[in-house]
């Protein structure tokens, strides 16, 4: 792999960091509307949550045109990526995706015994997905791919994408993690959800912890072909892992366009912000249509970690190709403002 994260060396105080800016969580999130349902159901949550399991799986697979027996839900779609791997890498083979990529899947399938074969992305960031195409063999079980990928936060061409994942899947399984795509301009052009309408065996991952602002609150879903659903279900728990509470409040957000438009726009002011501030200042950023951004940087990176985190700016710091990398979630304007100022005080 060419992508290493820098961990802590030094014991740092939560309770100093004031722009939390590390971990790609939505600043505005929960909806109002969605903290208001979730304080009601909290007095239904003697009972399990099946019914409304099955009121929203019936929301989600309205909205992405297919019949609820597509849909599975998680508390969260780190549980699906897991749970997909668990399913998939039980006797080995391999997994292709690109590199760098966001490594949940990656990990698991290599922790169960499987080979990773990572494919670099393009000059501009996109997936190579005539290589990825190559490197799929008869011990492939899986292709991943982050579409827009982490933490690069750029993105593949839509239509040449649905022609691999489309020709692809007819060998292997195609798994797209989505967690970003509604921060897109036109997320509908983009999404590859429509090739699971087709009856392709591709496996499209959505969150609620990114636009909707429920990252704490564990929830998402990955639609897929009935009979790839029923091969995860037959083996693992699917609704009995979801609470009421994060239920009714998935509803409630699916239905408050306001809310997420608000959030998509007030994302794309700070990114513009940053982007414009960060590039002024010499440094090459990579064009990001998500909700954090990524740039190399002069400092040694445990130094820069270290100085920011003393500031109270929590960011990552990522090792790619042999150079440090600051990766910075998109917070409120003010804390993009302090975290801009940081940046050029801790620089210098
Ligand atoms: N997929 C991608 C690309 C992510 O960046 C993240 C979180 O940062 C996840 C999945 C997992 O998110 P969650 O488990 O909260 O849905």
């Not at 939505?26 to 969605?34: A, I």
């Not at 993105?155 to 994942?165: H, Q, S, Y």
């Amino acid at each position: 792999s060419t992508l290493k994260e820098y961990i802590p060396t030094y014991n740092y105080d939560e309770t100093r960091i004031v722009a939390r800016l590390s971990a790609n969580e939505n600043p505005y999130g929960p909806s109002p509307k969605v903290v208001q349902a979730i304080t009601e159901a909290v007095s239904t949550g003697n009972r399990y949550g099946h019914q409304d399991a099955a009121a929203l799986i019936k929301m989600i697979a309205e909205k992405e045109g297919v019949t609820p027996d597509h849909i599975m839900l998680g508390p969260g779609s780190s549980d699906l990526l897991e749970k997909t791997a668990f399913v998939s890498f039980g006797n080995g083979g391999n997994i292709v995706s690109a590199d760098p990529a966001y490594m949940s899947i990656i990990s698991t399938a290599r922790s169960l015994g499987a080979t990773w074969k990572p494919v670099p992305l393009t000059k501009d960031y996109a997936h190579d997905l005539d290589s990825m195409a190559e490197a799929v063999d008869a011990e492939t079980k899986l292709v991943y791919v982050c579409n827009p990928n982490n933490p690069t936060g750029s993105i593949t061409d839509p239509e040449r994408l649905k022609l691999f994942c489309s020709s692809v899947s007819e060998k292997t399984p195609v798994f797209v993690d989505e967690a970003y795509l509604e921060f897109l301009d036109k997320p509908d052009t983009h999404t590859m959800v429509g090739l699971v309408a087709e009856g392709k065996d591709v496996i499209v991952a959505r969150t609620f912890s990114k636009i909707h602002g429920m990252a704490g609150l564990r929830i998402g879903y990955i639609v897929a072909q009935p009979d790839r659903i029923k091969s995860i279900t037959n083996k693992v728990r699917s609704t009995m892992g979801m609470c009421v509470t994060s239920l009714k409040g998935a509803i409630v957000s699916m239905q408050d366009q306001k809310f997420l438009e608000d959030c998509r726009k007030m994302n794309t002011e700070c990114r513009d912000f940053v982007a414009s501030e960060i590039t002024a200042l010499g440094y090459d950023i990579i064009p990001s249509v998500t909700s954090f951004l990524i740039f190399p940087i002069e400092m040694e990176g445990q130094a820069f970690m270290k100085a920011m985190y003393e500031e109270g700016v929590g960011i990552r710091v990522f090792n790619i190709d042999d150079k440090p990398w600051c990766r910075v979630s998109m917070g409120t304007m003010q804390e993009m403002e302090y975290f801009v100022d940081t940046f050029k005080k801790v620089t210098v």
